[in-house]
């Protein structure tokens, strides 16, 4: 994507999928990044992030042993490394050593599953396994990562010597405090801690009775903390050996500093590796609440389908409300690359037009999306949208001129590789002279070839889009018995607002109503009204073409998802027969070979003898292996003939010319015709190429010659 529009992506809400991933990452790092998330500038790069989520998505499935990814940066670790005769704290290497288990344990779960899940595989390209950290740091700490006493020769003496110390401490103590509470010079708590040293809790009236010196009171004064003369060179004693044990603990951490920079750049990989699992482990788990998937990619152009597409942030208020979602279904390519939408206020235009633009960016921004896995998504250079009231009180900018300005912006983006979603399109103003501005940037856009969603209640609008032979009408179906929207996306035809029946499902007085009626020309009362029939006409025959399709899409989704898991079984069947019998091959081989062991005779003279018989079954077993590697071999070239041949036999057969399908009778002026899709009959009044006008009652309306069928 060559312009990332922040105003379009405040419009279509997408700074709520940033909140979600950066609520899913576990790195302050990657939560940064996620604040500031935009689309990839490289449809590749997209790709592979879509890959990844995919596999792991896979992964997850199949319910395979994949690594507990509990990630945790090591760029502190990184930082202190790089710093020459810095040290490490003990948590630094609690880190160090989890992220070197984990990537380990990567390694261990791709080699087991070689060779699927390529993309996740690439993401430790830079690493390697080993246990050297690990047995750095298991020589030096214990479970429970304190420091083993035999971590250094002076350590394991020091602490043998504070061990010493300590005992003759507390006996010299309890000696002491036996006489003292055999004279009742104790308290009730006989004794207390102070900077780290025993002392006895003597009455203050008896404190001259006991030989020591006077660390502290009570608060009342009324006891007095005394250390017993006995203990007091051994204290002493004692702080300095554990002055010593600190020293050589941070002497031991220094060294074990020292070993482990060695591997400062393998240390470097791993933070880069936790930080990809974190950003991908975001966004499958994102993925995982919408349902998403990765849909289909087309590069080659723009063209675009989105079946059974649902709006993630809609999707999840209304499953918070324990309420419906309905998806839309709709698409754009070159020969129908605007969509005018239309149809009753609150039906769902606008978040039809904010679905497609939401799921377009977090396709580019490499993330899975809630639609079907017939879904096709295009890459766009230009993604910009006109959504909603932007009044600007602070640059006093009205919500026309706010528009006008957004207005003068497209027209600097437009082009074959952008995409515009352009929402209540042409208000603001005066609707005759605002109609007719819309109308004119209307004919700039198609001629500029770029893409688009419009909504609007324009009429000038909808007859442009009906006239014009790339741009399409949509409309949001609205029930006029139930006077309530249906939030179903129809495309074919415009939408009538349905001014009326909306005004009376919100209650206003119907006396009102019909006086409003006798007001608007009759002409465009029968206008709407038609364009309203033709609208209820049309949504009974999709809905039983839909019906009819969706149970034939059912069928076959039902028939790959049983080819798929039948062949991965078989795959996996397969992978692990060869398993056991390599298994087999290597158990055999070492009971022969202990077999030869245990034959080994004890004379010298025959050993020869028995060593000979083991170089040569060593030597056929060599030859077998030689045998079954040039068969793998010469199979694997044969392979390769056949799916050569196959692809140029098919590239023949596409160059062979196809039959030619028999063309209908031309259309002719005067002649009766309908729709192929609608029971509205009409009569042909002029041709002009590839189109024709034909007169449905009182309105005029312009079809391609291939949608109309003679009657």
Not at 82 to 101: A, H, M, P, W, Y
Not at 593 to 599: A, G, P
Request: hydrophobic share 35%.
């Amino acid at each position: 994507m060559r312009f990332f529009d922040e105003q379009s992506a405040e419009d279509l809400e997408f700074p709520k999928i940033r909140n979600w991933l950066q609520a899913k990452a576990q790195t302050a790092s990657i939560q940064d990044k996620f604040k500031q998330l935009q689309t990839y500038r490289d449809h590749k790069q997209a790709e592979r992030s879509l890959v990844l989520t995919h596999e792991l998505q896979q992964i997850r499935n199949q319910g395979l042993r994949f690594p507990r990814l509990e990630l945790k940066e090591v760029k502190k670790e990184i930082r202190l490394l790089e710093i020459s005769g810095s040290v490490l704290e003990v948590d630094s290497f609690i880190n160090l050593l989890d992220t070197s288990r984990l990537v380990n344990d990567l390694f261990a779960f791709f080699k087991a599953e070689e060779p699927s899940f390529y993309e996740l595989k690439s993401l430790l390209q830079d690493a390697y396994p080993t246990k050297t950290i690990e047995k750095l740091m298991e020589r030096i700490f214990d479970s429970r990562f304190k420091i083993k006493d035999d971590a250094s020769e002076d350590l394991l003496q020091i602490r043998q010597s504070i061990s010493t110390k300590r005992r003759q401490i507390n006996r010299n103590f309890n000696k002491v405090l036996k006489s003292a509470q055999a004279k009742g010079y104790v308290g009730d708590i006989k004794e207390n801690i102070i900077d780290n040293r025993r002392v006895l809790t003597v009455l203050s009236s008896y404190k001259r009775m006991v030989d020591g010196g006077v660390l502290g009171a009570s608060k009342t004064g009324s006891l007095t903390y005394i250390e017993p003369k006995a203990n007091q060179s051994l204290n002493l004693e004692l702080d300095q050996l554990v002055d010593d044990e600190r020293k050589e603990v941070r002497k031991i951490l220094a060294e074990l500093t020292d070993q482990i920079r060695a591997d400062l750049h393998l240390i470097k990989a791993y933070q880069q590796i936790v930080l990809a699992l974190d950003e991908l482990n975001a966004k499958f788990k994102l993925a995982q609440k919408l349902g998403a998937i990765k849909p289909k990619l087309n590069f080659s152009d723009q063209h675009f389908y989105l079946k059974d597409a649902y709006h993630p942030i809609l999707m999840q208020k209304n499953k918070a409300a324990k309420q419906k979602t309905i998806p839309q279904t709709f698409g754009l390519d070159a020969a129908k690359r605007i969509l005018v939408i239309s149809g009753p206020n609150a039906g769902g235009k606008s978040i039809t037009l904010k679905t497609m633009g939401l799921l377009q960016l977090m396709v580019q921004a490499g993330l899975a999306v809630p639609v079907s896995t017939e879904s096709k998504f295009a890459f766009f250079d230009y993604i910009l949208s006109d959504i909603g009231d932007n009044q600007s009180i602070e640059n006093q900018l009205s919500t026309y001129s706010y528009r006008l300005q957004r207005m003068k912006f497209f027209l600097s983006k437009m082009g074959p590789k952008s995409l515009l979603l352009l929402d209540e399109f042409g208000t603001g103003s005066d609707p005759d002279l605002g109609g007719a501005l819309a109308e004119v940037f209307f004919e700039k856009l198609y001629a500029s070839q770029s893409f688009g969603v419009l909504t609007t209640h324009y009429s000038n609008i909808k007859l442009k889009a009906a006239q014009l032979a790339e741009a399409e009408n949509a409309n949001m179906l609205f029930n006029r018995k139930t006077l309530k929207p249906e939030y179903q996306l129809m495309v074919g035809q415009p939408g009538s607002s349905f001014t009326f029946e909306v005004a009376q499902m919100n209650g206003i007085p119907k006396e009102m109503l019909q006086e409003a009626r006798q007001k608007v020309d009759s002409q465009k009362v029968k206008f709407d009204k038609l364009i309203s029939d033709l609208q209820r006409e049309k949504s009974v025959l999709q809905k039983l073409k839909r019906d009819s399709y969706d149970a034939k899409v059912e069928m076959e989704q039902q028939k790959e998802t049983y080819e798929a898991k039948s062949e991965h079984f078989e795959e996996r069947l397969e992978r692990q027969q060869k398993r056991i019998e390599r298994n087999d091959k290597y158990l055999s081989h070492g009971q022969k070979m202990l077999q030869f062991i245990q034959q080994m005779p004890k004379s010298k003279s025959k050993q020869k003898d028995h060593w000979q018989l083991i170089k040569k079954y060593v030597t056929i077993e060599k030859a077998k292996l030689d045998e079954a590697i040039r068969k793998a071999q010469a199979e694997q070239r044969k392979q390769e003939a056949k799916q050569k041949a196959a692809q140029q036999k098919k590239k023949k057969k596409k160059a062979n010319p196809q039959k030619q399908k028999v063309k209908p009778k031309p259309i002719t002026v005067g002649q009766k015709a309908k729709l192929k899709n609608s029971k509205q009959v009409g009569e042909v009044i002029q041709i002009d190429g590839n189109q024709a006008t034909v007169l449905f009652g009182v309105m005029k309306a312009k079809v391609k010659l291939s949608e109309l069928k003679g009657v």
